[in-house]
């Protein structure tokens, strides 16, 4: 079975600092990696996946995530942080892709300092 | 272009009382996944309907069951609720032909106290 764990489930930076969200996944096969953020009472939006193409993700927001193999771990950063990136953020994982059954961590609330 | 669209919004239920959840998928997808999102926790996936059929399901028991209409749109059912089954209730839809570059659409969640 696949897993992740989010490592933090409350960080809190200052505005303009970096970014750092971890996230550790188990997989027998090779895993399709993710990220979503929820804003209060939304839904959930993706940032970023992982299908193997490229090591190091860009997604949406100046979010990126780099996958290693050899630390078992895809974790979010983002360079600067805005007040607007307040919010809850979820790592998930699904065992092929295009599978839209994805098991997700736990969540990691990101609280911005101004 | 609506995306994913839920209804009820909110809703409180008593013990041992059934719900009915609803959710029209975003324009042009055909394939619903439903999930359960209990407080402070990540969502947990209940099961997957596509050509009105259930595809998938996760670790729930039967009283969790479900429908998809021929407009796409799909139902969520509990029965015999519990004051677990308390939780945010998303519906999330993708295009089935477009995997594995249709990525899933959350919609806001439906908000279910039992009492």
């Known amino acids: 079975a696949q897993s992740v764990t989010q490592l933090g489930s409350h960080v809190s930076v200052s505005e303009g600092a970096l970014v750092l969200l971890r996230c550790n996944y188990s997989?027998?096969?090779?895993?399709?990696l993710f990220w979503y953020v929820q804003y209060p009472n939304q839904g959930l939006q993706l940032l970023l996946k992982?299908?193997?193409?490229?090591?190091l993700v860009k997604g949406i927001n100046g979010f990126e995530a780099e996958f290693k193999k050899s630390e078992t771990s895809f974790h979010l950063t983002k360079p600067s942080a805005h007040m607007s990136d307040a919010a809850e953020y979820f790592c998930?994982?699904?065992?092929?892709?295009?599978?839209?059954?994805?098991?997700f961590g736990t969540g990691t609330r990101l609280t911005i300092i101004p | 272009d609506a995306g994913v669209t839920q209804s009820p919004t909110h809703l409180i239920k008593t013990r041992g009382q059934q719900v009915t959840l609803r959710c029209s998928p975003k324009?042009?997808?055909?394939?619903v996944s439903w999930y359960q999102q209990a407080l402070g926790q990540g969502p947990q996936f209940i099961f997957q309907?596509?050509?009105?059929?259930?595809?998938q399901r996760g670790n729930f028991p039967d009283r969790f069951s479900g429908h998809q209409f021929p407009n796409y749109s799909s139902e969520l059912n509990v029965n015999a609720l519990l004051l677990g089954d308390s939780a945010l209730y998303l519906c999330?839809?993708?295009?089935?032909?477009?995997?594995?570059?249709?990525?899933?659409?959350f919609g806001n969640g439906t908000r279910l106290t039992v009492t």
């Open positions: 997989s027998s096969v090779p895993p399709y």
């Open positions: 999330a839809s993708s295009l089935a032909t477009g995997a594995p570059n249709s990525p899933l659409h």
């Open positions: 992982y299908t193997s193409a490229a090591t």
């Open positions: 324009s042009g997808h055909d394939t």
């Open positions: 998930a994982v699904s065992e092929d892709f295009g599978n839209e059954k994805l098991t």
């Open positions: 309907y596509y050509e009105e059929e259930e595809r």
